[in-house]
């Protein structure tokens, strides 16, 4: 994604009980330029505030990870944006589906996400694809926190980062994400109205 965006460092924003859409549901009609990631999600059971924190500190907080659906958008023209423009827009985050919690598996990097829209592959990617390891994106996030003075607390849910390039999602589309780790988890976009429709 950060190659996709022309980025060179992460980002984060926050995930608003406003933003959240059921497994199997619809996306909001009001999203502008939707794109669709597939990602996997950490539940906290514990608090992240260590003196160190890095991967074995994320996974010895984690209860349980899950397969989640970001659905990114934007606010600028054709998605033209800096990493400036990203931190102004809650990091482009617009709304997120979310799986069903199983046990983290052995190595998350080696997790592998597919993502469909409707019968068609269209995209993949490993948990290697997050910063070397999806566990490293929580630990960046958490000593981010700290630096604000914050802490990344216990029933915290943070989704980890894409695993592939994001893909423009149109009306009418549904997209799944599978793992065979993890389960899967899919959305639908709200077909045209007849006004969209007719342009």
């Known amino acids: ?26 996306a909001p009609r009001s999203l502008l330029q939707p794109r669709i990631e597939a990602e996997i999600a950490f539940v906290l ?6 003196a ?3 991967v ?3 996974l010895r907080a984690t209860e ?9 958008d934007s606010r600028i023209a054709d998605w033209k944006i800096t990493l400036v ?16 919690p199983v046990a983290v598996p052995a190595d998350l990097r080696e997790v592998e996400l597919v993502l469909h829209r409707g019968d068609d592959q269209i995209a993949s990617g490993f948990g290697r694809a ?11 996030l958490a000593r981010s926190l700290r630096v604000r003075g914050e802490v990344l607390r216990a029933g915290s849910v943070v989704l980890s980062g894409a695993v592939h390039a994001s893909v423009p999602a149109l ?16 959305v639908t976009f709200p077909a045209a109205t007849q006004e969209e429709s007719q342009g």
């Open 1 to 26: 994604m950060q190659q996709q965006l022309g980025v060179d460092q992460p980002d984060f924003g926050v995930l608003l009980s406003s933003m959240y859409v059921p497994n199997g549901g619809t």
């Open 45 to 50: 059971g514990a608090d992240l505030d260590a």
């Open 52 to 54: 160190e924190i890095g």
């Open 56 to 58: 074995d500190e994320v």
């Open 64 to 72: 349980s990870v899950l397969p989640a659906l970001e659905i990114i």
């Open 85 to 100: 423009d990203t931190v102004a827009d809650n990091a482009s985050s617009g709304a997120y589906v979310l799986g069903t």
């Open 130 to 140: 997050a910063l070397d390891h999806p566990a490293e994106c929580v630990a960046w």
């Open 171 to 186: 009306p009418g589309e549904t997209f799944t994400a599978r793992s065979q780790a993890l389960g899967s988890v899919s």
